[in-house]
């Protein structure tokens, strides 16, 4: 912002914060994506994650990458039989190709933006992420490992 020098500046912000959650997989090769809008994440939300994934790709065998967080390891999680899981080294989150979707997706959609409602947040963020193709999310997740 360029203001005249003593001018005082009036910035809009939003204070404190709340969250919402997007549990997504990807798959690198092809571009297809899954995912789900959930209001936590922990265990629970993980093992709906996993039903859903495993629904609706029941005919493949899917390796899912994750890096290790509590929920993603917890002794409570429900793996179905046609998703395989494998762990990132700790503190590598630059390995996980959905990490850079993400990256990818907050740049578009909410970078410099100021939201008056977590509603409105959450539409930017749906918005941008419908609108990609599965040529750019193959684009974006590329790894050179997989």
Same mark, same amino acid.
């Given at each position: 912002m360029w203001a005249k020098k003593g001018t005082p500046l009036n910035v809009k912000i939003k204070q404190g914060y709340k969250s919402f959650y997007m549990h997504t997989a990807v798959s690198p090769h092809k571009g297809e994506d899954f995912s789900l809008m959930l209001?936590? *994440?922990?265990? +629970? %939300? %993980?093992?709906?994650? /996993?039903? +859903? /994934?495993s629904?609706?790709?029941s005919e493949y065998k899917i390796l899912l990458i994750m890096d290790q967080a509590g929920w993603h390891k917890s002794k409570e999680l429900n793996?179905?039989?046609?998703?395989?899981?494998?762990? /990132?080294?700790? @503190?590598?989150? #630059?390995?996980?190709? *959905?990490?850079?979707? =993400?990256? =990818?997706i907050k740049k578009e959609a909410v970078?410099?933006? *100021?939201?008056?409602?977590?509603? &409105?947040? %959450?539409?930017? *963020?749906?918005? #941008? @992420? &419908?609108k990609l193709s599965s040529e750019k999310i193959a684009s974006l997740?590329?790894?050179?490992?997989?």
């Open positions: 209001p936590q *994440v922990n265990t +629970e %939300m %993980m093992n709906i994650f /996993l039903e +859903e /994934l629904k609706a790709y793996i179905p039989p046609n998703i395989e899981i494998e762990f /990132l080294p700790p @503190y590598s989150p #630059e390995l996980n190709p *959905v990490e850079r979707l =993400w990256k =990818w970078h410099n933006k *100021v939201f008056a409602t977590l509603e &409105q947040l %959450m539409e930017s *963020v749906i918005n #941008e @992420y &419908q997740c590329a790894c050179f490992y997989l």
